[in-house]
């Protein structure tokens, strides 16, 4: 995977920017987005601190059932 990677998807920018592409694509049916992260350790914490919480808030106020709840 090349660093760039992020740039495909547009999943760069603020948490909630991250956030609000994340549930754009699930909205038209993406189900599994793929990431890579440079510094592992610290991006996935971050990742999980401020970018996935926001993605529930989103899923919650636009009406997009998780993806856990469906499985």
Do not use: C, S, W
């Not at 592409?21 to 990431?35: N, P, Q, S």
């Not at 808030?57 to 997009?64: N, S």
């Amino acid at each position: 995977m090349q660093y760039n990677d992020g740039f495909k998807t547009n999943l760069i920018g603020t948490p909630r920017q991250i956030a609000e592409r994340i549930v754009a694509l699930k909205t038209v049916g993406v189900d599994l987005v793929l990431a890579g992260f440079l510094h592992f350790q610290e991006e996935v914490e971050y990742f999980g601190k401020r970018v996935l919480p926001l993605v529930r808030e989103l899923e919650a106020t636009a009406g997009v059932t998780p993806q856990a709840a469906v499985a």
